[in-house]
């Protein structure tokens, strides 16, 4: 199949095409000619006018299966990926069994290799996700983990964390911790400010991020491991770790809806932005809005988590928390955040998690084989019953009318185009 990209922009910092409007043409999954007014004789697809970036990489996704089929398949899972714009997603073992062990691991990994997405797995740190025994870091390399995490579970154990940082150094990998003091907040409900006191709904105060995110920087530093402290949403956590990075290997990812909604949100009882942690206050966003477009941000994440509809339409205070995102992160952004700059967009969404994760960087050349996203930013979508990939629905953004729309993307040698 050839595909004819006519007048797509490059957005690609450090690319030596970055921001330049070229003709593309792939042909079986490879670049076949790259230049100005192409003339290909023939061709399946052709696209006329978009953006052409690295393909982009989700970093948490959250795997159902096995164990949680009903909220998505592994194959509609990978589906919603790619109509998201992923031609990769880091993923986390909070699966039933938990993906504490290499067996679990390769089965997960055998199951997906068809796709156009590829899946990059972060296998537990303890057995089960409860926090008590460590698993076999290395058997779980061997298989293909590249890096390490409790996921939906933090890790409150200190030993337990250095050790894991340790072991982790050892083999070049990562730990991704979700840093928070349990016992400060133990049962919350939203952001603990006005809104949380209007509603009469218990808060969690983003101290107990703050703290939580001062003791894995100080057990990071003695460590000297490679630490991703996930889905911060506290500035001033944000801060502390640009503070560190000096002289310790550490970094920080935040979930889009950070960016692009606060706790006002929770006036309507929607429980689809009931998410982990909490959307913080208009204060606090607007801040965050401030350290991305600074660049003080390292990666952009989904948080992806589909949800049965049964732990969803409950009263506020019964709902679990999560939310769809993968299709709607970019979209939500490009609508929310006033002249969002692709550069910064695409270097926490595609470059970031490649160099955090040691994942190869592709190339824009030809020979080179396509792994790209094909966006446009003009172009509306709206998540509604057609163009849902999940089998969940639990998006806050659900039949919302958005600006930005995910063109298609390339990967292992398939295309998954959408018009």
Not at 214 to 226: E, L
């Given at each position: 199949?050839?595909?004819?990209?006519?007048?797509?922009?490059?957005?690609?910092?450090?690319?030596?095409?970055?921001?330049?409007?070229?003709?593309?043409?792939?042909?079986?999954?490879?670049?076949?000619?790259?230049?100005?007014?192409?003339?290909?004789?023939?061709?399946?697809?052709?696209?006329?006018?978009?953006?052409?970036?690295?393909?982009?990489?989700?970093?948490?996704?959250?795997?159902?299966?096995?164990?949680?089929?009903?909220?998505?398949?592994?194959?509609?899972?990978?589906?919603?990926?790619?109509?998201?714009?992923?031609?990769?997603?880091?993923?986390?073992?909070?699966?039933?069994?938990?993906?504490?062990?290499?067996?679990?691991?390769?089965?997960?990994?055998?199951?997906?290799?068809?796709?156009?997405?590829?899946?990059?797995?972060?296998?537990?740190?303890?057995?089960?996700?409860?926090?008590?025994?460590?698993?076999?870091?290395?058997?779980?390399?061997?298989?293909?983990?590249?890096?390490?995490?409790?996921?939906?579970?933090?890790?409150?154990?200190?030993g337990n964390l250095y050790r894991a940082l340790q072991y982790a150094r050892a083999l070049d990998t990562v730990v991704v911790n979700q840093p928070r003091?349990?016992?400060?907040?133990?049962?919350?409900?939203?952001?603990?400010?006005?809104?949380?006191?209007?509603?009469?709904?218990?808060?969690?105060?983003?101290?107990?991020?703050?703290?939580?995110?001062?003791?894995?920087?100080?057990?990071?530093?003695?460590?000297?491991?490679?630490?991703?402290?996930?889905?911060?949403?506290?500035?001033?956590?944000?801060?502390?770790?640009?503070s560190s990075k000096s002289n310790s290997d550490i970094y920080t990812s935040v979930n889009y809806l950070h960016l692009v909604h606060n706790d006002e949100q929770l006036l309507t009882f929607n429980t689809n932005y009931k998410v982990d942690p909490p959307l913080r206050s208009a204060n606090d966003q607007n801040q965050l809005v401030k350290l991305f477009n600074k660049q003080k941000i390292d990666i952009i994440c989904s948080d992806h988590q589909p949800l049965d509809q049964e732990v969803k339409l409950v009263e506020f205070d019964k709902a679990s928390c999560g939310a769809t995102g993968l299709q709607t992160l970019f979209s939500a952004m490009n609508t929310h955040i006033d002249k969002l700059d692709l550069e910064t967009f695409v270097k926490c969404i595609a470059i970031n998690p490649r160099e955090i994760f040691q994942i190869t960087l592709p190339d824009l050349e030809v020979g080179a084989q396509a792994r790209v996203t094909l966006f446009d930013p003009k172009q509306a979508f709206t998540l509604n019953q057609q163009t849902n990939k999940s089998k969940s629905k639990n998006s806050p953004f659900w039949q919302v009318d958005l600006k930005g729309k995910i063109l298609g993307i390339f990967g292992n040698n398939q295309t998954y185009m959408q018009y």
């Open positions: 199949m050839t595909v004819y990209l006519q007048k797509f922009k490059v957005i690609y910092p450090g690319h030596k095409l970055n921001g330049k409007t070229l003709d593309f043409i792939i042909k079986n999954g490879k670049f076949s000619e790259i230049g100005k007014n192409l003339k290909p004789s023939k061709y399946n697809h052709l696209l006329s006018k978009g953006c052409i970036s690295p393909g982009w990489i989700d970093t948490g996704t959250h795997l159902t299966a096995p164990g949680y089929e009903s909220r998505d398949t592994l194959t509609s899972l990978l589906d919603t990926a790619a109509a998201g714009g992923f031609t990769d997603i880091i993923t986390f073992p909070n699966t039933q069994p938990t993906l504490d062990n290499s067996a679990a691991l390769a089965s997960v990994l055998a199951q997906s290799q068809s796709h156009a997405v590829d899946i990059h797995p972060c296998a537990a740190i303890t057995r089960d996700t409860l926090g008590s025994h460590l698993t076999e870091m290395h058997d779980l390399k061997s298989v293909g983990a590249i890096g390490y995490t409790d996921g939906a579970h933090s890790i409150s154990d200190e003091v349990k016992s400060l907040s133990p049962d919350w409900q939203m952001n603990e400010g006005s809104v949380n006191i209007t509603l009469g709904l218990t808060g969690q105060a983003t101290i107990v991020e703050d703290i939580a995110t001062n003791r894995d920087i100080s057990i990071n530093q003695y460590a000297q491991g490679k630490l991703l402290l996930h889905k911060l949403s506290s500035p001033q956590s944000i801060k502390s770790v640009q």
